[in-house]
């Protein structure tokens, strides 16, 4: 009997293989195909892409990645490696998700001031092991709700359809707080 290594392929992901004869006059028809088979287990080396964050609610960090396919998890108990520090910081906090399919993480801790910065990475992990992380980025803490009301509001009428609204801005309470808009 005779065999074949093929190598390259993908850990933990299920393969089926035909086999064609060739000699000089050309190429045979292909075999029935074999069986379905699974390649061996390995730790995974893809990290997660595109790692962001932002918004969320007053005391709370919001950090986002595109989940890692399936077929790129290496193996079974497939999860996330979530840490973030806050920027200069030296200590990293540090929480896994169990989980394949999630994408998103919300640390809430009510100390964490509006806009604060930090660092983010998120790697990944299998039964196997560890694998890498993502590139580092930096993501904000939620900002929070505006505290005043804008004041001395008055409206004109224009024309039967339409009318001008005037108001005073409402003034940031620090320099970490931005007003991007108004609702009328």
Same mark, same amino acid.
């Given at each position: ?18 086999? !064609?004869?060739? /000699? ?15 390649? *061996?287990?390995?730790?995974? *080396?893809?990290?997660?892409? /595109? ?17 890692? =396919?399936?077929?790129?998890?290496? $193996? ?9 520090? =806050?920027? $200069? ?19 809430? /801790? ?15 992990? /299998?039964?196997?092991?560890? $694998? ?5 980025? *930096? !993501? ?28 005073? =801005? ?7 707080? *931005?007003?991007? $808009?108004?609702?009328?």
């Amino acid at each position: 009997m005779m065999h074949a290594t093929v190598k390259d392929l993908s850990p933990w992901v299920e393969y089926k293989f035909r086999v !064609v004869a060739i /000699n000089s006059v050309g190429v045979g028809e292909p075999s029935m195909p074999s069986k379905q088979i699974r390649t *061996k287990a390995a730790a995974p *080396k893809v990290a997660p892409v /595109n790692v962001s964050g932002g918004g969320g609610a007053r005391g709370e960090l919001v950090i986002t990645w595109e989940p890692v =396919p399936e077929e790129q998890q290496s $193996g079974e108990e497939f999860g996330y490696l979530v840490a973030f520090r =806050p920027l $200069g910081s030296s200590t990293w906090i540090k929480t896994v998700l169990a989980s394949a399919d999630v994408s998103r993480y919300v640390y809430r /801790n009510d100390s964490v001031a509006p806009l604060s910065q930090f660092e983010a990475t998120v790697g990944v992990y /299998n039964s196997m092991g560890e $694998g890498p992380f993502s590139r580092i980025v *930096k !993501v904000l803490s939620a900002e929070e709700e505006p505290s005043a009301a804008p004041s001395r509001v008055w409206a004109r009428s224009v024309s039967a359809s339409e009318v001008e609204v005037y108001w005073e =801005p409402v003034s940031p309470r620090s320099s970490t707080e *931005k007003i991007i $808009g108004y609702e009328v």
